[in-house]
Structures are given as C-alpha cells and as structure tokens.
C-alpha cells in the first residue's frame, strides 16, 4: 500500500497562490477586452470620485458647447435673412430715387405703392422667420410671431410706432459656460425695422398720389432703415464670433478633460498583454510544481 508524503500545507499554499494568479489575469483579460480598467466604479477604488467629478465635468462642457452651435446656427439664420431685408430696403430706395428724378406717370406712383404694400408684407414675413420652430426676431418670446400687421396703422409718419410688435424686450440668451451667458439677436422693433414699416406705409397709404414731401419723407425714412440694418447685422457678426470662440473654449476644454478621463479610465492593453504573458507562464510552472508535489509518495523513498 502506498502512501502520500505530508505536502498538505505547501500544496495549498501553491494552490492559493495559482487561484490568486488566475483571477488576477481574468480581471487583466476583461481589461484587455474592453480597454478599462473596470466595468464598474468600484474597480476603480480611490480613482472613482476622481472618475464622476471628469465625467460630470464633460457633459456640462459638452452640453455648454452644443447650447452655443445652436445660437449660432440662430445667428447664422438671422443674419442670412437680413442680406435679403437689405435687398429689400435697397431696391425701395432706389425706386424713391427714381421717381424723385423722373416726371413719373400716374401708372408708375399706383405701381409704387402697389410695390411699397408688398414690400411692407414682405418685411413682416422675413421678420417672422422661423428656425428649429423658434420665432427669430420676438427677442425671447420665441413661440409667438413678432410681427402682425393687422395691429399696424400708420396714422402719424413722424413718429415711430411699434404696434406691429407682438415680442418682448429681452433678447435671447445663451448659457456658454459656467461664468458666461450671451444674449443675441435682434428684435423686430428695432428702430431699423420700424422705419423701413414707415417708409413703406407712408407710399402704400398714398394710393399713387405721391407728392415731393411724401417721396422725400419715405426717402428720409428708408435711408436711415439701411444704415441701421448695417447696424444690426454688424451687431449679429459680433454675436457670432463670441458663440462661436466660447464653443471652441469650451471643445477644448473638452479634449483636456477626456484625456484625464482616459488616464484615469483607460487601460494599458499593450501592458496587459505583456503581464498576461508572465502570469501564463508562472500559472503553467505553478501547476507543474503542483502536479509534481502531488505524485510524491512514500514508496519512492523506502525502495
């Protein structure tokens, strides 16, 4: 009858050792598999506070980043609108100019006004754009129209009125990041718009009887309407220009932030790689040893 040797305390030594390998390179296998170094927060011990400070810091910069694209897309809408309002005023101007110059027929003052009443339409219409389903020019009143002419009548051509304006005071605003928020954009009662409704009104109320002092008027009106349309698209560039430096502040930001992120998250799979190596070949010679302790017995020493 044989008998084993006394080996129980080394053999679970060997044996506790080989599990504690074995599971280290099955934590190491699901690192090299998913590029991290743990499927959940706990695996990452004192580095996970670390981890959900990073990662809240990325959605709020990202979500700063998309707030500004979106207003200056808005921007970009407005300003796009207003070369076409400049077109508008422009060519009004000139057929001022031209009647102002010309011994005009009665048929070309009625086609006048008949232009001024679609140019007062057409003002309102461009006025009412609509981006994304938001009223553009209401200031921060996006869900109402801004203008509606049906609350319009021109009763005095010296003094500004703004009864066509259904907006608000307050133009839209924008949250770009922690510490900054832009406000944007134009309202239609601006005055460059109220005196553009004038000048057209002024010719369209006429019916085609155009003396000098009404051209003249209109002319006034609808010089001064251009001037501040420059204006105002001058005001949309600079609007533009700061949303889109604090979108890229913040998508730099961004960068800084997921490169701490991958440096606290990420694993080293090259690493990995080598260390799984190492451990096979420690776990190979473990089990050796094992195997060999095991098929010692007492017969092979007394023979």
């Known amino acids: 009858m044989s008998m084993r040797v006394a080996t129980f305390a080394m053999n679970d030594r060997i044996l506790a050792a080989s599990l504690k390998t074995q599971a280290r390179m099955a934590e190491m296998q699901m690192q090299q ?9 706990g695996g990452y011990g004192a580095d996970s506070r ?7 810091s990325l ?14 897309s808005r921007v970009e809408v407005m300003y796009s609108t207003m070369d076409t309002i400049n077109d508008v005023l422009s060519s009004f101007r000139s057929a001022l100019v031209a009647i102002k110059s010309t011994d005009a027929s009665a048929e ?6 008949t232009t001024a009443r679609l140019n007062l339409e057409e ?14 020019f209401g200031g921060s009143a996006t869900t ?8 319009y009548s021109m009763t005095d051509p010296d003094a ?3 009864a066509y304006y259904q907006g608000n005071s307050t133009l839209a605003a924008v949250q770009v990041s922690s510490e900054q928020s832009v406000s944007y954009g134009v309202a239609a009662s601006d005055s460059a718009f109220e005196k553009a409704f004038r000048a057209f009104s002024i010719i369209a109320d006429a019916n085609g009887v155009l003396s000098d002092d009404t051209v003249n008027a209109a002319l006034d009106l609808i010089v001064e309407a251009i001037d501040g349309a420059a204006g105002v698209q001058g005001t949309l560039s600079v609007n533009a220009a700061t949303l889109e430096r604090a979108q890229v502040r913040e998508e730099e930001y961004q ?3 997921s490169t701490s992120l991958s440096e606290v998250r990420d694993a080293d799979v090259t690493e990995i790689a080598v260390k799984l190596t190492a451990y096979e070949v420690q776990l190979q010679a473990a089990y050796a040893t094992l195997a060999k302790i095991q098929g010692i017995n007492l017969l092979d020493y007394v023979r």
């Not at 109402?144 to 609350?151: E, I």
């Open 50 to 56: 670390s981890l959900i400070s990073l990662e809240v």
């Open 59 to 72: 959605s709020r910069s990202q979500s700063y980043s998309a707030s500004a694209k979106e207003a200056t």
């Open 255 to 257: 960068a800084h932030l």
């Open 123 to 136: 003002l309102a219409t461009l006025l009412n754009t609509q981006y994304e389903g938001r009223y553009l």
């Open 33 to 41: 598999a998913t590029g991290q170094v743990a499927t959940s927060l």
């Open 144 to 151: 109402t129209a801004p203008v509606d002419l049906a609350a």
């Open 108 to 113: 070309t003052k009625a086609g006048l006004s």
């Open 160 to 162: 500004a009125n703004t």
